[in-house]
């Protein structure tokens, strides 16, 4: 099993919802991370976890809050959104501690929109 | 700090053609260097990888990319391209000394297929 699963693939939400969205990974992997890609643009990085804990957080607004429950889930709470917070949201892993040192396996991303 | 330029926005091709997407990086030593594409709707896979040794890496799809220390550069080749080769490129770089879990993302070259 080389996937990683997350859910929805796609999410509105207004700007007073609380949502979640989901990912998953059954690959044994240490590391997990959220990016965040804009349309026509590079994904950038959000949050890193490596073995379950908050490793890296790139500056980012506290309306997302990043959660880890166990080595295969990594979960992204999302609260008070603004517009200009609509995009693809990826998920991704890797089996070594770092990204720099082998592959990072994407999910096929989570489209968020909010209103 | 690493930093990778992809100087082509937009390249089309025809099929049957062969391909080449062009990256230059920054960076004090030898990066750890990466190609990954991304399908339309989709998330990334990683196309090949460098980080030391022979100079020609060869990937997944039929793809190669070179390692050109003095142009500083880390070129994506294809013999000959497929319609299913649509898609957005993506060179990264990685710093191998840095204790961070970051992998750097060009801006990315959208390719184009002509029938």
């Known amino acids: 099993d080389t996937e990683v699963t997350q859910t929805p693939k796609h999410l509105v939400m207004g700007m007073t919802n609380k949502k979640s969205l989901k990912c998953e990974q059954h690959m044994g992997h240490r590391a997990m991370y959220w990016y965040k890609q804009k349309a026509k643009k590079p994904p950038e990085l959000m949050f890193v976890y490596s073995y379950e804990k908050l490793s890296i957080n790139e500056s980012v607004p506290s309306r997302f809050s990043p959660e880890c429950p166990n080595s295969s889930l990594l979960n992204l709470h999302l609260h008070a959104l603004q517009p200009e917070d609509s995009a693809l949201y990826l998920c991704?892993?890797?089996?070594?501690?770092?990204?720099?040192?082998?592959?990072?396996?994407f999910g096929e991303g989570s489209r968020l929109t909010v209103l | 700090a690493q930093s990778v330029t992809q100087p082509d926005i937009h390249i089309t091709v025809s099929e049957g053609a062969s391909l080449e997407l062009r990256c230059n990086y920054s960076y004090g030593a030898t990066p750890y260097l990466f190609w990954y594409v991304q399908s339309p709707g989709q998330g990334l896979q990683l196309l090949l990888k460098?980080?030391?040794?022979?100079?020609l890496v060869q990937g997944i799809k039929g793809f190669e990319a070179e390692f050109k220390r003095s142009q500083s550069s880390f070129n994506l080749r294809k013999p000959s391209v497929h319609w299913s080769d649509a898609a957005e490129y993506f060179c990264?770089?990685?710093?191998?000394?840095?204790?961070?879990?970051?992998?750097?993302f060009g801006s990315g070259t959208r390719l184009s297929i002509r029938p």
């Open positions: 460098y980080f030391s040794g022979d100079t």
């Open positions: 991704a892993s890797s089996h070594g501690q770092f990204a720099n040192t082998g592959e990072l396996f």
């Open positions: 990264a770089v990685g710093a191998p000394a840095s204790s961070a879990s970051k992998i750097i």
